[in-house]
Each structure stands twice: as C-alpha cells, then as structure tokens.
T-cell receptor
Framework: EPEVTQTPSHQVTQMGQEVILRCVPI?????FYWYRQILGQKVEFLVS????????KSEIFDDQFSVERPDGSNFTLKIRSTKLEDSAMYFC???????????????FGDGTRLSIL | AQKITQTQPGMFVQEKEAVTLDCTYD???????LFWYKQPSSGEMIFLIY??????QNATEGRYSLNFQKARKSANLVISASQLGDSAMYFC??????????FGDGTTLTVKP
C-alpha cells in the first residue's frame, strides 16, 4: 500500500538555525498538509497546499514557516530561526483531490521529531 | 472558525466489549468531513473512518462505526468487540473544503484484559 514518507525521522538543531523537513506524499494525491504535535498534546494544523499554493494556514504558520513543492514528488516545510518551542513532532499528510479535501481521509507519514537545543 | 471537542481525556473498556468515544464539533461551513484517527504509543497516525456532512447513513469500517447526529453536531466513534491492540489515543478531526483541519484534544483508550 502506498504511504507518505518523511525524512529525517529525528532532527536535532541548534536554536536560531534553519531546518527543512521533507515529505514525499502519495503519488496520486494532490492535497498536502503539515501538522505539529508537541509531546503529549493535540495535533495542530499548520498549513494545507494544493495546486502549488497554500490553500489554508493556521495562526501558527507565520513568517517563520514556509512550504514548497520543489519537484514532482517532494513537499517541504522550512522553519527559519528555530526556537526552543518549535520542538515537536511534525507530521506530513496527503489526500486525494476527488470531491474536495473535506471528503478525503488524510494519510499521515510517521513524522519527524524535531528537537531544538 | 471550527472547533472539535472531545470531553473524555481517558476511557477504559473491557476486552470484547463495545466503547463509544465522544466528539462534538462546531463549524460555519456547510460542507465538511469528520474523521477519526488512532495514534498508538509508537506515534503514527492511522486513519480509521470518515463521515461527510451530506452523508445520510452512518459510516462503518469493520469494527468501527460513526454515530453521526448532525443536528446535535456530534460524531461519536463506536468500537465494537474491543481488542487489546485498540489501546491508543483517538483523535476526532474536522476538515473543510478549503483544506483546513482541526483536531480535538484526543481520548486515551485503555482496553483491559
């Protein structure tokens, strides 16, 4: 069964540095998402992406964050000037476009655990 | 704005019995989808079941069923014949056609042998 893959599984970065989290969505999916989950807490929506542009973003997704689909397979989340509170599990998800995102389940990757020191 | 409320931080159920996990939602959108995900202690997010706002019949997927009451804005998950492997965190989520998702705080389910 096709799956969403995320790399790396664990990223350790010094505070203030930039980090890029990578995701390969399922090949026929057209909606892509990033979420974060601080340890033991709820899953927080960051951004959705469709047709090479941001579809929706949350108030968390400020100028520190950006997303990109650099080629036909990868979907990346860039975090600039990382802060201690950016430490979390970051999940990528993708869904089909048929009938719109509200009707399609999102398939999640296994996540990247980001640790800011 | 949209919101998901899961009022049960933790639930216990005896193996082989059924359990209902509560979820209420709030949205101003007419078209939306309601989803349940399972997150075991290993951390991955597993899609379980989906209900569309215009679906008249309750969704079922194997041992999972969704008790959808639109007027009450509730979308409770029913797990029948609980198994030890069902012990996990369960999240209810809503997704709009604009692609915005909101998750609830989750319910930790523990299945007792």
């Amino acid at each position: 069964e096709p799956e969403v893959t995320q790399t790396p599984s664990h990223q350790v970065t010094q505070m203030g540095q930039e980090v890029i989290l990578r995701c390969v969505p399922i090949s026929n999916h057209l909606y892509f998402y990033w979420y974060r989950q601080i340890l033991g807490q709820k899953v927080e929506f960051l951004v959705s992406f469709y047709n090479n542009e941001i579809s929706e973003k949350s108030e968390i997704f400020d100028d520190q964050f950006s997303v990109e689909r650099p080629d036909g397979s990868n979907f990346t989340l860039k975090i600039r000037s990382t802060k201690l509170e950016d430490s979390a599990m970051y999940f990528c998800a993708s869904s089909e476009a048929l009938r719109g995102p509200s009707n399609q389940p999102q398939h999640f990757g296994d996540g990247t655990r980001l640790s800011i020191l | 704005a949209q919101k998901i409320t899961q009022t049960q931080p933790g639930m216990f159920v005896q193996e082989k019995e059924a359990v209902t996990l509560d979820c209420t939602y709030d949205t101003s959108d007419q078209s939306y989808g309601l989803f349940w995900y399972k997150q075991p202690s290993s951390g991955e997010m597993i899609f379980l079941i989906y209900q569309g706002s215009y679906d008249e019949q309750n969704a079922t997927e194997g041992r999972y069923s969704l008790n959808f009451q639109k007027a009450r804005k509730s979308a409770n998950l029913v797990i029948s014949a609980s198994q030890l492997g069902d012990s996990a965190m369960y999240f209810c989520a809503i997704n709009t056609n604009a692609g915005k998702s909101t998750f609830g705080d989750g319910t930790t389910l523990t299945v007792k042998p």
